[in-house]
């Protein structure tokens, strides 16, 4: 009967762990959708590459080529596999741990050692019954060969909470994974439409320089008969040279990002040295996206990777306290042995060699210094930063979003703007050039509007980039594909991560519900 008590005891101890459960952070966040266009569930299944929706095969393969060779990607993959086999080291320190041993010793026992009177000597037993008697200063053979167990008891939780903690660490590498990875395709989006736009404006210079030699080629005619004077050709000339000075810098900022999207796609410095060829194009063939989505503000914070990953540290740092505060209680450990041993290795495996042991142990702290409510302070202090830091990026999340939203309010109006500038000044460069030629207004009337036509063609340029890069920042900041699986995970694991939710409030009181546990 008492043997059982103190079984029940212990079974009951064993299923005690010390610290604090997990409870996600209370977040003011608003209860209003997002003003924009609600997508069907078949839309939002076909959104998880969300860039194919620009309907470009250049674009898709660079992305392509980045997911699978970006060194930010691998680098963080190696994190991962890090993580994943911490988890295996802390999941295996919860099970006992058994090994082999094989011992062979030839030794030299003194004529002073035990059982030896004055300087005379008594014949050593032989264990197992098969070896020789030495005597004093004599030596003597001992071999072994034993399996041996040694298992401590998470009485206090220690060891689940560091498996709690390893577990959350790799959640917390996968979804920084996810993260790097949005990142990524969201920058070979800005840069590719960066160099489409840069591209377009190239080629909107090069044609108005084009335009201009023929204009001062005509003019250099006319003032050699005296239709002009030195000074209309002159501005002539100087209207080509303004044009011409237009094009070293977008060349130079067409060549960084060309290297720019070198670097991401995983390209070897000689690669990166030698010219990228990417093929030519412009915005009239890319499609924009006119349904753009819509999140709930709770369901942002399920989605975005980068506030997936901080909730994961801040439960990895909520484990650490418990795994600090185990280490104020005493420790069990149970050993047991079973083996051989013999003075010949003959007799090694014989009915008489056998032996056995079992034993337990405990280890309590008695005066450390305070070395251990050291450690058990500042891993509550970095349960406090990490809640800090969760916090922090739930609200730069909703800035993004709210930005985002802006952006494509104001980049469409914008490009609506510069679009109908662009048809006034090209009308307007018309009708300058038809009352030139007959005499109605002087050159300066043209030359204006050539001006304010080629600085509006290059503003139009820009404003279709900011329209697509608008569009491309929307998706990023509501978390990229419509999907809530990590592609970093495990189902497993994606399991294991569904179990860490908040804590439910109940709708008579307003008071908590017990927190969920996270999975032993």
């Known amino acids: 009967m008492r043997n059982a008590l103190i079984l029940t005891a212990v079974i009951l101890l064993a299923g005690c762990t010390v610290g604090p459960d997990y409870e996600r952070p209370n977040v003011d966040l608003p209860k209003s959708a997002f003003d924009s266009t609600l997508l069907s569930a078949q839309q939002q299944k076909a959104l998880t590459a969300w860039w194919t929706r620009f309907d470009d095969p250049t674009l898709n393969k660079l992305i392509d080529q980045a997911l699978d060779s970006?060194?930010?990607?691998?680098?963080?993959?190696?994190?991962?596999?890090?993580?994943?086999?911490?988890?295996?080291?802390?999941?295996?320190?919860?099970?006992?741990?058994?090994?082999?041993?094989?011992?062979?010793?030839?030794?030299?026992?003194?004529?002073?050692?035990?059982g030896s009177s004055g300087g005379g000597s008594t014949p050593s037993s032989?264990?197992?019954?098969?070896?020789?008697?030495?005597?004093?200063?004599?030596?003597?053979?001992?071999?072994?060969?034993?399996?041996?167990?040694?298992?401590?008891?998470?009485?206090?939780?220690?060891?689940?909470?560091?498996?709690?903690?390893?577990?959350?660490?790799?959640?917390?590498?996968?979804?920084?994974?996810?993260?790097?990875?949005?990142?990524?395709?969201?920058?070979?989006?800005?840069?590719?439409?960066?160099?489409?736009?840069?591209?377009?404006?190239i080629r909107v210079t090069h044609d108005t320089i084009r335009t201009r030699e023929k204009g001062l080629h005509l003019d250099q005619q006319r003032y050699k008969y005296g239709?002009?004077?030195?000074?209309?050709?002159?501005?002539?000339?100087?209207?080509?040279?303004?044009?011409?000075?237009?094009?070293?810098?977008?060349?130079?900022?067409?060549?960084?990002?060309?290297?720019?999207?070198?670097?991401?796609?995983?390209?070897?410095?000689?690669?990166?040295?030698?010219?990228?060829?990417?093929?030519?194009?412009?915005?009239?063939?890319i499609k924009l996206p006119t349904d753009l989505p819509v999140v709930l503000p709770s369901l942002l914070v399920e989605r975005r990777p980068d506030i997936r990953a901080a909730e994961a540290s801040l439960i990895a740092a909520n484990a650490s306290v418990g795994v600090a505060k185990a280490r104020f209680f005493p420790t069990f450990n149970l050993s047991a042995m079973i083996g051989s041993q013999a003075l010949s290795v003959s007799n090694l495996f014989e009915p008489f060699s056998t032996a056995e042991s079992i034993g337990g142990s405990i280890t309590a702290p008695i005066l450390d210094f305070g070395r251990i409510n050291a450690q058990y302070r500042g891993a509550k202090a970095r349960k406090r930063e990490a809640i800090i830091q969760y916090r922090?990026?739930?609200?730069?999340?909703?800035?993004?979003?709210?930005?985002?939203?802006?952006?494509?309010?104001?980049?469409?109006?914008?490009?609506?703007?510069?679009?109908?500038?662009?048809?006034?000044?090209?009308?307007?460069?018309?009708?300058?050039?038809?009352?030139?030629?007959?005499?109605?207004?002087?050159?300066?009337?043209?030359?204006?509007?050539?001006?304010?036509?080629?600085?509006?063609?290059?503003?139009?340029?820009?404003?279709?980039?900011?329209?697509?890069?608008?569009?491309?920042?929307?998706?990023?900041?509501?978390?990229?594909?419509?999907?809530?699986?990590?592609?970093?995970?495990?189902?497993?694991?994606?399991?294991?991560?569904?179990?860490?939710?908040?804590?439910?409030?109940?709708?008579?009181?307003?008071?908590?519900?017990?927190?969920?546990?996270?999975a032993q």
């Open 70 to 114: 970006n060194l930010q990607i691998a680098l963080q993959f190696e994190r991962v596999r890090e993580a994943r086999a911490q988890l295996g080291y802390q999941n295996a320190n919860l099970y006992p741990s058994i090994s082999g041993q094989a011992q062979g010793m030839r030794q030299k026992s003194s004529g002073f050692s035990a």
């Open 126 to 201: 032989s264990a197992g019954g098969g070896g020789s008697a030495s005597g004093a200063g004599g030596r003597s053979n001992y071999y072994s060969v034993a399996a041996t167990l040694s298992y401590e008891l998470d009485v206090f939780g220690g060891l689940r909470r560091a498996s709690q903690q390893a577990r959350a660490q790799l959640l917390s590498s996968a979804y920084t994974q996810d993260s790097i990875r949005l990142t990524v395709v969201s920058d070979v989006v800005t840069n590719y439409m960066s160099l489409r736009a840069l591209q377009r404006q």
């Open 227 to 285: 239709a002009i004077d030195k000074l209309t050709l002159l501005q002539t000339k100087s209207l080509l040279q303004s044009a011409r000075a237009q094009l070293p810098p977008l060349e130079q900022q067409e060549s960084k990002l060309r290297t720019s999207l070198a670097i991401l796609t995983g390209k070897t410095p000689r690669q990166i040295l030698q010219h990228t060829e990417i093929p030519k194009g412009n915005f009239d063939g």
């Open 392 to 518: 922090q990026t739930v609200r730069q999340a909703f800035k993004e979003v709210h930005d985002a939203l802006d952006e494509i309010k104001y980049s469409r109006e914008r490009l609506t703007a510069v679009q109908n500038q662009v048809d006034s000044y090209r009308e307007t460069l018309r009708l300058a050039k038809i009352r030139y030629e007959v005499g109605r207004t002087d050159f300066f009337s043209v030359l204006d509007a050539q001006r304010q036509l080629f600085s509006s063609q290059l503003n139009l340029a820009s404003a279709i980039r900011d329209r697509f890069t608008a569009t491309a920042n929307l998706y990023k900041a509501l978390g990229g594909g419509w999907t809530r699986d990590s592609d970093s995970l495990s189902p497993r694991l994606e399991a294991v991560a569904a179990k860490y939710q908040p804590a439910a409030k109940s709708p008579k009181d307003g008071k908590k519900a017990p927190a969920a546990k996270p």
